[in-house]
């Protein structure tokens, strides 16, 4: 069973996709507005989103741009666009699969199944543990002496990413480009700024240093303390 978030307007086509869902085996929530699914993507943790792009309150390509920067959750695109630039530029923003309307529930269900195994494939099954820093990805959950740390699911993918290289310098625009998914650099203010509230998170500051070592003109390193 998986825990979906449906974001659609339409009432009759979120209540039958509900049911249909719900008969098949999953946990369904709903959004009808694009701010409301953001809010429910971010806050309640869903395995996976099904996202209509014609929302009243924002575009879903709009949407799917934002849930990105916080979010790597799978997000399949269930619509009436059909055009084929447009399904271009959807997975390009992000989106895990492309629907489009009309369709049944078996074969939405069909390809919820397909992108969760996709993603648990791709998933690293093992816990990354630097010094007392121990980061679980399947659980998405990073704790230091076992003190949990209350992260961003964007400080989170940037500790594992860059715990999961330790001992090794990575440059800002590297991190652009994993992390934040953006195909180009230009957005260092962004990363020193994460960084920044990764550090105080952890207890330190980039005087004293502890797990996260700045490299100057080159990057960043994290390592264990007196490494």
């Known amino acids: 069973m998986a825990q979906i978030l449906l974001i659609e307007d339409d009432p009759a086509i979120r209540g039958a ?15 009808p507005t ?8 971010v806050g309640g943790r869903p395995d996976l989103v099904v996202l209509d792009l014609g929302l009243p309150d924002l575009d879903g390509t709009a949407m799917l741009k934002m849930l990105r920067g916080v979010s790597r959750v799978p997000v399949i695109v269930a619509t009436a666009r059909d055009d084929e630039s447009e399904i271009i530029s959807v997975l390009d923003a992000g989106a895990d699969d492309y629907l489009v309307k009309p369709f049944g529930a078996a074969q939405l269900d069909a390809r919820v199944r397909a992108v969760l ?10 816990a990354v543990t630097v010094g007392a820093l121990r980061i679980d990805a399947r659980g998405r959950r990073a704790t230091v002496d076992g003190a949990e740390l209350e ?36 957005a260092d203010k962004t990363v020193d700024v994460h960084l920044s509230w990764l550090r105080r998170k952890l207890g330190e500051t980039a005087q004293e240093p502890g797990y996260l070592h700045s490299v100057r003109g080159v990057g960043v390193r994290l390592s264990a303390p007196g490494a």
């Open 17 to 31: 996709l509900i049911r249909g869902l719900g008969e098949r085996g999953h946990a369904v929530d709903s959004a």
């Open 34 to 41: 694009a701010m409301a699914g953001l809010e429910a993507a």
């Open 117 to 126: 195994r996709r993603s648990a494939d791709a998933a690293p099954d093992e």
């Open 151 to 186: 992260l961003t699911p964007r400080e989170f993918d940037l500790l594992h990413y860059l715990a999961a290289r330790e001992g090794q310098v990575v440059s800002k625009r590297e991190l652009v480009t994993e992390v934040w998914q953006q195909p180009y650099g230009g």
